[in-house]
């Protein structure tokens, strides 16, 4: 990066994300490295250290494992790399459904040690006092209502919500809650289209989907799913790039170039110095 962009360069906030409301679509993607997140910086509004990261790089099978430490140490990793994308790191699993104060313990951790903007949770109606106490103490929070990932043991499995009665009704209320609480952003994900637009237009708050509707203020998607990196994708994801291809190219062509001792050659290794030189 050139001195001259470090200068000018400031990086985007809660306030900024919500003033966004309605306006140029918000762009987001997951991060948990310092090179994916130097490489998503320029191209987007937020960075979200998701607690995603349980799965996609340790191999979880859910992210009820996912610990506050994991999260600090990946935060830390893409607060280095990133300038101008907003920040945002996931509470994970435990760290703050139970007492406000404890949730906040936590929370200022996240933010002490990594130096991100602000953290999301799962808001359920028994997070709506978290998010106030929190917001109130000057921590700013990212609410996600529709499909949470962390309730996966309760709802035995990632399936998409509110496509009728009674939940749809919930969850819009619950979208409304975390709005009121003082949430700066709603990720709505896994939930039906119209509800998704209806989320969008009921509160005044940006909503950012994730298999949710084009009429979101935004989008989110892991990124390693929308590179090709598994070989399995949810419906709602657009593979932009098929990267487990490359991949497994390049290093079947580094296999075959060892078995054969083409790699390394003349231009990959050292030769001794000349004497007296
Ligand atoms: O953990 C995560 O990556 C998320 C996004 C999918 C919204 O919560």
Known sequence: MSAQRQETVRRLAAPDITARKGGVPIVCLTAYTAPMAELLDDHCDLLLVGDSVGMVVHGLPNTVGVTLEMMILHGQAVMRTSKKAMVVVDMPFGSYEGAPENAYQNAVRIMKETGASAVKVESGSTVVETIEYLVKRGVPVMGHVGLRPQAVLVDGGFKAKGRAGEERARILEEA???????????????????????????????????????????????????????????????????????????????????RQRTFPGPAEIYFAKAANT
């Open 176 to 258: 409304k809650a975390t709005a009121a609480a003082g949430a700066f952003a709603v990720v709505v994900e896994g939930v039906a289209e119209g509800l998704a637009r209806e989320i969008t237009e009921a509160i005044a708050v940006p909503t950012i989907g994730i298999g949710a509707s084009a009429g979101c203020d935004g989008q989110i998607l892991v990124t390693d799913d929308m590179l090709g990196l598994f070989d399995w994708t949810p419906k709602f994801v657009r593979r932009y790039a098929d990267l487990r291809g490359e991949i497994s190219k390049a290093i079947a062509g580094y296999a075959d170039d060892v």
